[in-house]
C-alpha cells in the first residue's frame, strides 16, 4: 500500500500517552490471515499508531475490499 | 450451484431467442437489428445485417416475399412492421461492399449445377468457406428467372453488380454448359461434391438423376455419396430459395469435414420464437404509407416506419428491478455470472457484491413467464459462500450484529399477557417497527389486548431475517430454536406478527400464523377522529407478502374502513418492489438501495401507505409522503407521520431497549436492571452531520461511547495541541472505530467518526 499522508499538510496531532511527537513510519496490519505494511504516522517515544481518516476510508477500504473477494 | 442447475435456470431464460422475424425468416435475418441500423441512420450497418444473412442483399432486399411480416410482433399493436420495403429502402440507398475473404482456401473442390437463386446461394456459401467452386450454367448467363422480374423490381445492372461477388470469390463460372448424365458422372468424378440446383426443373433432375431422383429433406443429399440437391419442389418462394441453397451448402460443408449432415439443424427452418413480448400497454400504430409506391420509401419515411418496430425483447424482469438495470443485463447472463464466481478457486470474486445486492424479493420470479427466480440463485449463492467461509465479512456484518442486539437482553422479551398465567395469542411486533415507531407497538398491544380474550403474550425480538438474507443459514436455524422454544413456554399461542417479513419467516414453521393485517380486518378499528380520515393513497405492498394474498385484501380492507380511496402502484401485490431492505441490499450496496427507492417512489404523486416499516422509513427518508397504515389506524397527527424521518441506527437500538423498559415497567411492573458498562454514561452532543456521517458509515453511539470511555480513562489517544481537539480508537470486535472530539462541560461534542476493519500490529498500539 502506497497511501501516503499528504506530506505538505501539516500533521497537527500530539501523542496524548506521552506527548511525543508523530512521525511517518512502516506500520505492521492484518486482514483475513494476510499481513502487509502501511506507511502511517505513529509515535516517536512509543509506537502509538494513527490512522488517518482518508487512510482508512481510502486505501485502507480498497484493500479490505479486495481481500474480501479474494 | 450445480453445473446442470446452472443450465436448468439459464435455459429458464428466454430473452435471448430471436424476435418472431428473425424466427420466422426462412434465413433468419436479424430484422430488429437491421431496424435499429435504420433508425440510426446507419445504412452501412444496415446492409451489413442483411449481409450476414443474405448472400445478394441487392437482389434479395428488391424480390423476398417476406413471410417474416407474417409473423412480426408489431401485428398485434397495429399493423405488421414493412421488413420488405425497409430492405429495398436499404439497398437502393446504399451499395454493397464485400469484405474480404478471411478463411484459408481449401484444397477440396465443388460443382453447382445451375444458377438460380440456389445454385447461387450453394456456390456463395462454399466460396466463402474457401471451398474451390465451379458454377455451370447451361444458359449464357448466370441468374436463372432472377430475369423474370421486371426491370423496375430488379434491374439488369443490380442483378450483374450483385453477382460480380462471385468473380471477386474466384468462383469458376462456366456458362453455355449444359450438363448431361455422362457429364455428370465425369463431375462426380473430377469433383469432391457436386450440387444440382435443378428442383424446380424437376424433369431435368430426373433425367439426370433416374431412380436415384429422391433426396433427403432435410439435408438435401441424394442416394448417392458427394451429390446434393435442391430439396424444394414447386417452390414459387425465393426467399426458400435462398434457404434451400443455405441448407445444402451447410450439408456440404459438413459432408466435407467428415461430421454428421443431420445433427442439431432443429432451427434452420422457420420456427415460432419463445421469446416473449408483452405488448398490453403499447399504443397501435398503423404501418407508414408511401407516398410514392413505385419508388419505395423515402428516407424520413423509412425512418418513421422502422421507428414502429417494438424491438422486441423479453427483459419483463428487468424492466420491474432496480438491481437487475443496475448491473446492465439479464437473467440468463447473470445466472451464469453467478455459477462462476461461485466457482473461483483462486482469484477475485467480482460478482460478490452483485450477489449480495439482490433483494431476494421474488418480484423476477413473479413477473418472468417462465417463473425465473434469480433470488432464489443470489440466496443460494450466499449460502455457499458463507459454507465456504467466502462471504465478505462487510457485507452483512452489521446487520447481523443488530440481529444479536435484538435478540439480546437489551430487547428480548417473552411474557404472558400481565395479569394472566396463559396466553391464547402472542403478539410479535418484530425489530423493525419497535425501532421506527415504538410508540405504535405499545397502542398495538393495548388494542389487542382489550379486543382479544384468552390472554394475549408478548414477545421481543428477531424473527431471524437478516440471518436467512445474508446466507447464514446456521444462525437463522439457531435463532429460530430459540424463538420457538420461547414461544413454546408461553403454550404455543396463536402468533401475531405485525411484520411482512417475520411473516415470510414463521409461514412454514407456525401453523397458527396471522398477520396483524388479516385480524384487524375483521375486527372493530379505534375510533377515528372524523377530521383525519379520507383522501387516497398509494398501497406499497411490502414484498414478503407477495404471495399472501390474503394480507393484501386485508390491509386494503382496513384503508377501505378508514374511508381511504386506494390507488394500486404499477407493481403491486403479486408484483410489488422492494423498498431496498429487503435482502439486505441497503447494507450490502447502499447507493444501489437509494436508487431503489428513488426508482418506487417516483411511480405516484400520491401518498403512499405501507405497512412495513422499513418501506414506510425509506421512503420518507428520501421525502416522499408516507404513511404507516398503524398512522392511519390509530390516526393523530397524520401530517406530521407522512413526513417523520427515518430513525436512524443508533436511536433504533435505544428505541427498542427503552420500549422494553417502557413495558416491563407499565404493564408487568417490574424495574429492568439497567445495562452495565460505564461507557453509557458518556454524554455525547451529537450535530445533524456527524449524525448524517454516522448512519452513513454505521457507526453507533455506544460505539462512540467506548471509544471515549476508553480514552478518557487511559489517555490513550492523540491531542491537538492547537484546538484542543481528541483523536482516539477502540477494537470492540473486528471493526477499528475512531472518533475526533472535544470535551465539553456538558459532554463531548463528536467531530467526525470512522471504521476501518484491517487491523494495526504495532506494539505501541492496543
Ligand atoms: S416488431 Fe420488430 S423485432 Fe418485433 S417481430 Fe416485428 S420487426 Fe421483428
Ligand atoms: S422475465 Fe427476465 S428472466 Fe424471465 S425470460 Fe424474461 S428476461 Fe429472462
Ligand atoms: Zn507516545
Known sequence: ?70 | MEQDELKRQEDKCIQENPPACTAGCPIHLDARKLMLDIQKQDLKSALATMQKKQPFPGIIGRICDHPCENVCKRKDVGTTIAISDLERYCVQNQTTTVKKMKVPPKSQTVAVVGSGLRGLTVAYDLAKKGYKVSLFEKADRLGGNLWNYSEHQLPPEVIVEELSVLNRLDIQIKLNTAITQQDLAKLQEEFNVVYLGLADQSNDVVELLGEHSSVDLVTCATQTPGLFRGSLVGNESPIKSVADGRKAAVSIDRYLLGVSLTGSRESEEPYETKLYVKTKGIAPLPVVPMNDESAGYTTEEALQEAGRCLNCQCLECVKGCVFMQEYGSYPKSYVRQIYNNDAIVMGLRQGNKMINSCSLCGQCAAICPQGLDLGETCKATRESMVSKGKMPPSAFDFALRDMAFNNSEEFALTRHQPGYNSSKYVFFPGCQLSASSPEQVEKVYAYLMEKLDGGVGLMLRCCGAPADWAGDQELFQNSLKVLVAEWESLGKPKLIVACSTCHSMFREKFPELVSLWELMADLDLPVQDPNVSGGKVAVQDACTTRHEPVIQDAVRHILARLGYEIEELPYSKEETKCCGFGGLTSFANPELAKKIVEDRISESATDYVAYCAMCRDNFAAKGKRTFHLLDLIFGTNLEEAAIRPRVGFSYRHENRAKLRRKLLHSLWKEAPQEKEGAFRTINLLLNEKVLEVMEDRRILIEDIQQVIELAERTGQKFVNPDTGHNLAHFRPFKVTFWVEYQSQEQGFVVLNVYSHRMEILEDGHE
Open chain 1, 1 to 70: 500500500m502506497n497511501n501516503k499522508p499528504n506530506k505538505t499538510q501539516k500533521n497537527p496531532w500530539k501523542c496524548g500517552k506521552c506527548g511525543g511527537e508523530l512521525t511517518l513510519g512502516m506500520i505492521r496490519a492484518s486482514y483475513l490471515g494476510n499481513e502487509f505494511e502501511v506507511e502511517e504516522l505513529k509515535c516517536l517515544k512509543c509506537g502509538f499508531v494513527l490512522i488517518t481518516e482518508d487512510l482508512a476510508l481510502g486505501k485502507m477500504f480498497e484493500v479490505e475490499q479486495s481481500l474480501e473477494n479474494k
